[in-house]
């Protein structure tokens, strides 16, 4: 224990205050002499407080004079010191166990438990507790810790100690984080932060990811963390359903100032369900939850985490109770990298009938200024309410001093002369990186093995380029690629440069171009892979892609324009060369198949696609994605995943005679997509819908052609806009079209339930692919199948108009 009255005296006497608040801390622990872990202490009859650390020591700045402290901690009683402060003050403070106690609780043989009723008369009340607090503000604290407990010795051959800056027996803080904020929050749900201070372990010019709406977790709503860790989000023990996953049973009861307090076990009915174990305190006559004390379990479906335990006190304010701190503590291992930490928050200065000017709640959730990570040492030793473990303490000195060590030119410079040495294997396999981190700059080439691929157009072939990135203040940059293509059948080079200036990322601007030439596919979706078109030609002699010839500059700019509205303006001119097949070659000769001509319309001969033509298009599209939430920093505007529609807007015009321009078209769309549409336990959906015409007609050729994402193989990437049978070019369109995408994840709804499938976490999938067009009516697909993180098996069935046409499996990996 000495260490922690070394702190606690390090905390008390190293502060420099102001005339009228001194410091009060000092060690709250158990009757047992144990330190009471993250107990809230606040000043009486305020809403002022702090919380302990991990080792239960505390400190808390008061007024000079007579002051009224409450400590308080779930599971023992709450205790209230009145202290006469003049000066820096250590005050030790002892917390008894609650006794909870049955007495005057009848319980006759096969009744139900009292605990049921407590339990109804709170999900009666929900409602009204969710939503009795119309708007507030408060002062939030969070300090966020991640850190290694084991790992592995070498991990794909590196050094784990050394690669994450380890003790001897592979141990240490990963990440150590605190922040201050003002936080507003306002019915239903809009939110506003604004970051006042921040603090990163190790790098002093970094922002801290702290969101106090991260930590908000509200058990008057029925499904929680959704989309965090688990897709299907868990049960609250006090939902409108809870009866049906939940089991309640009433351990006692005690009384605090008059009110009578019920502490209730909630425990599953069912050991696989997304529901949570553990602890909850009721008060009766109100039946507010004021506090919780709950864990969830690999058994609830968590993902990553072992274990996650939530802890949370209640602070009481006129006729209700507010989260006075909140603690999220967790453990895993993954690949053998043992990990734990923990996130608390906690709350300060409450106002529950703020007045907001008008516009005060916007987009933006969260404000994060340059200033924030500017406070010296001082500052936080003055301002932070929960002190520093020594661990901590040891890991802020540590890190910070050889933070600047690490940006100096010397340091980077021998860094950099050992990650930058060169090797064939890396040029082969995964490319060749020169970087210089001081001057802020790279040099990329690809790696060779990759860039060699076949097509039945070039034979063997050759696409290889390099990239020069420079990065500037916050975020910009610029990047210039070269790149160069040789065909070794038809003996057709082309090269092209193209380059970007990520200038402004606070408003997403980006100004962009290219000229050159290369050999394009004529789905300008892609059709396929040049490395999956290989494997299929070569060892199948089937050669899905068709290739042209593009001579081509092009120049755009995109730029925010609003708040979640994106405008992007480009124009494009090409001169566009017919390709035929020159190679026949393959590994495995298929008696029964021949490849195709380069032309999917005329298969057995080599007929001309389209004459070789010049155009000039330019494009204009707005993409707006409604209600859209933001984090504003220094270093950018960062996009929260969107609870509404995205809708993309796209005007195509083909300029006839200017340049010797060939084509003459006008043509626009609409597209309205939605990810992640919450079902609560029953998973959640997405959708894709587009319709387009082209206005005029007059002159375009087939690679101006609307196409759509096609897919004639078994294995694929996934994405939500393609099709699984559809040919890559035998339905492009130059008149009007509709299509639409649909796919529902259960989630492992109904896998879960299933023991021997159950430990492999599957998700299941049903979908359906919608096409109309004029040479193609009434196209439908429907499927159904299994995915697992990135993997995905699937089996469908393909019907044009009332005929099934095709049916099969389909597998998909990546993201």
Known sequence: ?????????????????????????????????????????????????????????????????????????????????????????????????????????????????????????????????????????????????????????????????????????????????????????????????????????????AFSFNKASDLIINFYNNILLENTLSTRGFVSPISDNAMLYYRYKLLGTTSENGETINKIQVIPRRTHDP????????????????????????????????????????????????????????????????????????????????????????????????????????????????????????????????????????????????????????????????????????????????????????????????????????????????SARYGFSNKLFTGNLSANYYYDPVKRANIFGSVGSDIMDLNNNGSMTLLGNTINSLLF?????????????????????????????????????????????????????????????????ETPLFPNYTSLNATASLTYTIGQKYVTRPDGKFYEPSKYPILTLTYKKGIEGALNSDVDYDYISLGIQQNRISAGLWGYSSFYLSAGKFLNNKSLYFPEFKHFRGNVTLLSKPDPKRFMFLDFYLFSTNDEYAEAHFEHNFSGLFTNKVPLLRKLKLEEVVGVNYLTQPIKTNYTEFYFGLQRLIFRATYGFAYDGNKRVEHGIRLAYGF
């Open 541 to 605: 002699e089937r050669n899905f892609a068709k290739f042209y010839k593009k001579e081509f500059a092009d120049l755009g700019i995109t730029r925010e324009l609003a708040n979640g509205l994106q405008g992007t303006i480009s124009a494009d001119y090409s001169r566009n060369t017919n390709l035929v097949n020159t190679s026949s070659f393959k590994i495995s000769d298929n008696k029964e198949r021949e490849f195709t001509s380069n032309n999917p319309f005329s298969p057995l001969t």
């Open 1 to 205: 224990m000495k260490y922690i009255y070394s702190t606690i005296f390090l905390v008390i006497t190293t502060l420099s205050l102001s005339a009228q608040q001194v410091k009060l801390g000092g060690l709250i622990k158990d009757t047992e002499g144990q330190p009471v872990p993250f107990a809230s202490v606040y000043i009486k009859n305020t809403t002022k407080g702090t919380s302990a650390n991990v080792d239960g020591i505390y400190s808390l700045s008061v007024d000079k004079g007579q002051v009224t402290i409450i400590y308080r901690a779930i599971g023992y009683k709450a205790l209230e010191k009145i202290f006469t402060i003049d000066d820096n003050t250590t005050q030790n403070v002892t917390l008894t166990p609650e006794s909870y106690s049955l007495a005057g609780v009848t319980i006759a043989a096969n009744a139900e438990d009292p605990a049921y009723e407590i339990i109804r008369q709170a999900i009666k009340r929900r409602k009204e507790h969710l939503t009795e607090v119309d708007a507030y503000t408060a002062n939030v604290y969070i300090k966020g810790v991640q850190k290694l407990v084991g790992a592995p010795k070498k991990f794909f051959g590196r050094d784990i100690q050394k690669t994450l800056d380890l003790d001897t027996n592979r141990k240490g803080i990963l990440y150590l984080s605190e922040s201050t904020s003002t936080f507003a929050f306002q019915q239903p749900d809009r939110i506003h932060e604004e970051m006042l201070s921040s603090k990163t372990a190790g790098n002093n010019n």
């Open 275 to 482: 529901v949570f174990r553990g602890i909850i305190y009721i008060k009766d006559d109100s039946f507010h939850l004021i506090n919780a004390e709950v864990f969830l379990t690999k058994d609830a479906g968590i993902n990553l985490l072992d274990t996650l335990n939530i802890t949370q006190q209640f602070i009481k304010i006129e006729n209700t109770h507010m989260p006075s701190n909140i603690n999220f503590r967790f453990n895993g291992d993954v690949f053998g990298f043992k990990f734990e930490g923990y996130y608390v928050g906690v709350y300060n200065n409450y106002n529950i009938h703020p007045e907001f000017p008008k516009n005060y709640f916007t987009g933006e959730i969260l404000k994060v200024t340059r200033a924030v990570n500017k406070k010296d040492s001082l500052f936080w030793l003055n301002n932070r309410p929960i002190p520093l473990t020594r661990e901590e303490s040891r890991d802020y000195v540590r890190k910070d001093s050889i933070a600047t060590l690490k940006t100096s030119k010397h340091y980077l410079d021998s860094l950099e002369k050992k990650n930058n040495t060169f090797s064939v294997g890396k040029l082969l396999l995964t490319g060749y990186t020169i970087n210089n981190r001081y001057e802020r700059k790279s040099f990329s080439f690809d790696p060779i093995l990759p860039s060699i691929f076949y097509n039945t157009v070039e034979g063997f072939a050759v696409k290889y380029g390099m990239s020069y990135v420079k990065r500037l203040e916050d975020r910009s940059y610029y990047r210039i690629s070269p």
